[in-house]
């Protein structure tokens, strides 16, 4: 079995090692100090396992988790998190509470064992970023994967968000991500006074939209500042609406 | 608004509280003047009723006169001159109500010239006891809200004392070291029982010299240092003077472990966390400065600068000062606290 250590400290991916080395079956093949690297080792080794710290550098674990595969099987280790707790329950094999014993490193192992072949489906990493973020608190940034690296879209320079099948494309500064998510639960992650959805299809930065101007007797078009046209819907306008007070 | 007057049902209690303070006064009215039953009854009920809703208003004057910071000069002028007035209008509303009864009631505009003596010492005596009582009340109220008050600011201070999060993970750095250097290990355990135990030893204390507020922030840099590494880079700057200032315990530590957890340890190279206290005009000045990653999915500040915040505000009122810079890869928290104010 292939692993992959993703923890900022030395010392915490020392203890990792230190009990991988009891356990011949498995082989170190990357140690990861920020996100970035990580995700990019998830790509090139393919590993069975992560083990994932979830305060780090560059991309937080839950970021991470978004951006590999999803039959990668992932072990959070954090030192406290109470309210995450459940949420990592559902999104990862295991979660490991710093400091932990080899034994429980042992257990967490023999889950990965029983759980071999599942996979995440693509909505939990979503979910789960949802759930440990505070109410009242929005997303900041969403990160995309660009080939093998990451992207970072800062909430404030995404455009507009086009729903296509199971992805969504994420249009900003010129160019347009592809990102495995509904259209809904990124409605649901970002501010809703800065972001309307317009349409069962499109999700509109407020601050894009120059006017919106009748088309037929029940749909809209709203025209954005580099004059893209987006359709607008009768429950779409109401909402953009209410959102400016009209 | 006064609480009496919130809800109809409180109001009308009160005004219930009123009858038994009514039949004394209307019997004296009936002794007095030698009133018929009726005709005190009359002269009694509105008045009465009057006197009730004038009886509430102490509430306004009583918060615009704090016993405590009212020069006793003016408190006595101000309530003599509200007790006349009181009086006058009391007195005025007795004989308002007798010239409308005179035809009805002939021997109430005698037997009012008699009592109108009376029902004015009354009424200023009833007036007078309502101030008391409002008195009793806010004061009552105000130390059950201080002391509510004190609570949430020690609950606060204990939760700010130690971080979880810092703790489990120091742990996890000496569960690490005991493999690979056992010195450090146990080194490392003796930084962090010191750093516990004097943290502990100052949340006890309202206010310590600002000298035993760096050493506690040089002791917890000492254990971050161990887990951080070369990553981890420090400077502090204090002016002798400073360290004799008096401060609220524990407000600089947990800005400077902002600093590491929000800052440093999400940058991958690290950085320098900036310190310096110096005597400036208003007081002390501190600034912890440093580097962080701006696009970071955690960089808000979060809890602890609110919670130092709250404690500052609690201990100067607005005398000190908490401000927060964050330009494009710099961030920077000055507290400006006046000089032995405590």
Redo the contacts between chains.
């Keep these: 079995m292939k692993a992959i250590l993703a923890d900022?400290?030395?010392?915490?991916r020392?203890?990792l090692r230190?009990y991988l080395e009891n356990q011949p079956a498995i082989e170190i093949v990357a140690e990861c100090?920020?996100?970035f690297e990580a995700v990019k080792a998830a790509a090139e080794h393919r590993p069975d396992v992560m083990f994932l710290d979830v305060?780090?550098?560059?991309?937080?674990g839950f970021?991470v988790l978004e951006l590999i595969d999803p039959d990668i099987a992932v072990v959070f280790c954090t030192?406290?998190d109470q309210y995450a707790m459940r949420a990592f329950e559902a999104a990862a094999v295991d979660y490991l509470?710093?400091?932990f014993s080899e034994e429980r490193f042992r257990a967490a192992l023999r889950k990965i064992e029983q759980r071999k072949g599942e996979v995440r489906p693509a909505s939990l990493p979503v979910e789960l970023k949802a759930a440990v973020r505070p109410a009242g608190e929005y997303l900041e940034?969403i990160v995309v994967k660009d080939g093998a690296r990451v992207h970072?879209i800062?909430a404030g320079k995404l455009d507009y968000a086009e729903a296509q099948d199971d992805y969504v494309a994420l249009r900003s500064e010129g160019k347009t991500w592809l990102k495995q998510q509904t259209i809904a639960s990124l409605e649901a992650a970002l501010h809703p006074k800065r972001f309307v959805r317009v349409h069962r299809g499109f999700l509109i930065n407020i601050e894009r939209i120059t006017r919106i101007e009748p088309n037929t007797k029940d749909t809209w078009v709203a025209i954005l500042t580099d004059g893209t046209k987006i359709p607008v819907s009768r429950g779409g306008y109401q909402r953009f609406n209410s959102l400016v007070g009209g | 608004m006064h609480p009496l007057l919130h809800s109809w049902k409180a109001t009308l209690l009160y005004l219930l509280a009123w009858v038994p303070v009514g039949l004394p006064f209307g019997l004296l009215m009936w002794r007095a003047g030698s009133l018929t039953a009726l005709e005190a009854t009359a002269l009694t009920v509105p008045v009465v009723i009057v006197l009730a809703f004038v009886c509430i208003t102490p509430w306004f004057m009583c918060r615009a006169l704090p016993l405590r910071s009212t020069n006793t000069l003016r408190l006595y002028g101000q309530w003599a001159l509200a007790a006349i007035v009181v009086t006058v209008i009391v007195t005025m509303v007795g004989r308002v109500v007798v010239s409308s009864l005179s035809g009805a009631l002939p021997g109430l505009e005698r037997g009012f010239t008699a009592v109108s003596p009376v029902l004015g010492a009354m009424s200023m005596m009833i007036y007078l006891l309502s101030v008391a009582t409002h008195y009793v009340v806010i004061e009552a109220q105000t130390s059950r809200r201080s002391e509510l008050l004190a609570r949430e600011a020690q609950l606060r201070a204990l939760k700010a004392q130690v971080n979880p999060h810092f703790l489990f993970n120091s742990l996890n750095s000496i569960s690490s070291l005991t493999a690979s250097d056992p010195m450090r290990a146990r080194q490392m355990c003796i930084q962090l029982a010191d750093f516990l135990r004097t943290s502990l030893r100052l949340g006890e204390r309202a206010s310590i010299p600002f000298r035993e507020e760096i050493e506690l922030t040089r002791m917890y840099l000492g254990v971050e240092q161990v887990r951080f590494g070369t990553k981890l880079r420090t400077s502090i700057d204090v002016e002798p003077a400073c360290g004799d200032c008096e401060v609220p315990a524990l407000v600089i530590q947990p800005l400077v472990e902002n600093a590491v957890k929000h800052g440093i340890a999400l940058l991958d190279e690290g950085g320098s966390i900036l310190m310096l206290g110096r005597i400036v005009k208003e007081g002390m000045r501190f600034t912890i400065e440093n580097p962080y990653d701006p696009l970071a999915p955690n960089s808000r500040s979060g809890i602890g600068l609110a919670n130092v915040r709250q404690r500052l505000e609690a201990r100067y009122g607005g005398a000190a000062r908490l401000d927060v810079e964050a330009s494009k890869d710099v961030y920077r928290v000055t507290v400006v606290v006046p000089v032995n104010a405590s």
């Design positions: 900022d400290e030395h010392l915490a020392r203890v230190e100090a920020n996100g305060q780090m550098p560059k991309l937080d970021e030192a406290f509470l710093k400091p940034r970072v800062p």
